[in-house]
């Protein structure tokens, strides 16, 4: 019954500022963005995890550690599938002002169809994030195959099998297309999502179809919740 927690990485330098940080190099979480996490990460449904995968940007990998702090895992690795969306030109740009370029409005009514000037597409970011989740839903079934096989039958313990679970922690628009395509939701329509920084998003594979069982938690609430760019662009 494989779990998905995804951890958005805490708020950082480019969030307060109102930048789109993309890829740039040296973007670091805050002080406050450190100890909401840690806040945050009290809340977590589960401590012990099969995987612990990031993206390889700073603020991903200081969250991760951070992460350590709370819980375990088997594995710990940078996998390039979960990094951010490559803006391009927007790169180091500040919010304000890209809401006024005409690729504004399809990024935000058409996502499927955005492709940032010099850099990567929606569509492709959301490509690449979903088959990474797939391959460790995949591989989190059958370790669970494995394990049921090395339970003695008789046992109490093969009457409650245990789930594997695992952590992505990855960045706002690639949590949200996460998100979006575990509803079965058109990618057109992903910026109805909203992922606070720091927050844990529960996504529950153990049944015929994904279930969403939690979404932007944080130990702030609301307050976290409504912060400008809860997944980048908004």
Known sequence: MPVIVLLRHGVSSANTAGILAGRAPGVSL???????????????????????????????????????????????????DLIELDYGEWTGRSLKDLGGEELWKTVIDNASQARFPGGESIAEAAERAVARAATVVEELRNEERDDEKQTDPNSDEKKTSTSRWAMLV?????????????????????????????????????????????????????????????????
């Open 30 to 80: 805050t002080d406050q963005g450190v100890s909401a996490l840690r806040e945050t990460l009290r809340m977590l449904p589960h401590q012990h995890f099969s995987r612990l995968l990031h993206s390889p940007l700073l603020r991903c990998e200081q969250t991760a550690e951070i992460a350590r702090e709370t819980i375990s895992a088997d594995t710990v690795a940078a996998v390039d």
């Open 170 to 234: 990855s960045h706002g628009d690639i949590i949200k297309a996460l998100i979006a395509d575990a509803l079965a939701m058109p990618l057109d329509d992903f910026q109805r999502i909203s992922v606070a920084p720091g927050s844990f998003t529960v996504i529950d594979y153990s049944g015929p179809r994904p279930v969403l069982s939690a979404m932007s938690v944080t130990a702030a609430g609301l307050a976290e919740g409504n912060t400008p760019g809860g997944g980048g662009l908004r």
